[in-house]
T-cell receptor, first 112, second 114 residues
Framework: DADVTQTPRNRITKTGKRIMLECSQT?????MYWYRQDPGLGLRLIYY???????NKGEISDGYSVSRQAQAKFSLSLESAIPNQTALYFC???????????FGPGTRLTVL | DAKTTQPPSMDCAEGRAANLPCNHS???????VYWYRQIHSQGPQYIIH???NNETNEMASLIITEDRKSSTLILPHATLRDTAVYYC???????????????FGKGTHLIIQP
């Protein structure tokens, strides 16, 4: 079984809809991250969390919110989706800020 | 601002060593060099990292110049499955006070030719 899972894997939604992307991990890591990738570009950090009570904005947090329900679960929400949020979204975990990050398989989101 | 510069694409013959360069001329003394790769649109995969000494693991070797302004990732015997985008990333060691994630550039698209 995969250590980092994301649901859904693909999602098509309409402008203005609220949508939640979910991430779960079985690695026991405290640190979790949400990234976004646009075609032909590298990943950009949206939010990151050190633990359940510590959540921080990344480079491109506008239009997004997150919830850390438990050590193992970190959700990303788009309150009112817009077409330029169409992208590939990745969740990642790490044991510390120094250690490698483990990425999930990604969620492909299309906003019409 | 990009901290690293990589060629946009490279080719390598299957079975040969693939040498991927990365320039990081503004690297600070407390910054490590990390390499990740992304196959198709899968989640990135960690390869290796180092500070100033050369490093080797089961996947690759990392050669960092003495002045630390550039590095080379070496895949010793490239296979078709090594075709991917390779990202060179510099980031400071985190002693626990912060974790600002990874800053990805556009990377190098390595194509292994049969």
């Amino acid at each position: 079984d995969a250590d980092v899972t994301q649901t859904p894997r693909n999602r098509i939604t309409k402008t203005g809809k609220r949508i939640m992307l979910e991430c779960s991990q079985t690695k026991g890591h405290d640190r979790m991250y949400w990234y976004r990738q646009d075609p032909g570009l590298g990943l950009r950090l949206i939010y990151y969390s050190f633990d359940v009570k510590d959540i921080n904005k990344g480079e491109i947090s506008d239009g997004y919110s997150v919830s850390r329900q438990a050590q193992a679960k970190f959700s990303l929400s788009l309150e009112s989706a817009i077409p330029n949020q169409t992208a590939l979204y990745f969740c990642a975990t790490s044991e510390t800020g120094y250690n490698e990050q483990f990425f999930g398989p990604g969620t492909r989101l299309t906003v019409l | 601002d990009a901290k690293t510069t990589q060629p946009p694409s490279m080719d390598c013959a299957e079975g040969r060593a693939a040498n991927l360069p990365c320039n990081h001329s503004t690297i600070s003394g407390n910054e490590y060099v990390y390499w990740y790769r992304q196959i198709h649109s899968q989640g990135p995969q960690y390869i290796i990292h180092g500070l100033k000494n050369n490093e080797t693991n089961e996947m690759a070797s990392l050669i960092i110049t003495e002045d630390r302004k550039s590095s080379t990732l070496i895949l010793p015997h490239a296979t078709l499955r090594d075709t991917a985008v390779y990202y060179c990333i510099v980031r400071a060691y985190d002693s626990g006070g912060g974790a600002d994630g990874l800053t990805f550039g556009k990377g190098t698209h390595l194509i292994i030719q049969p």
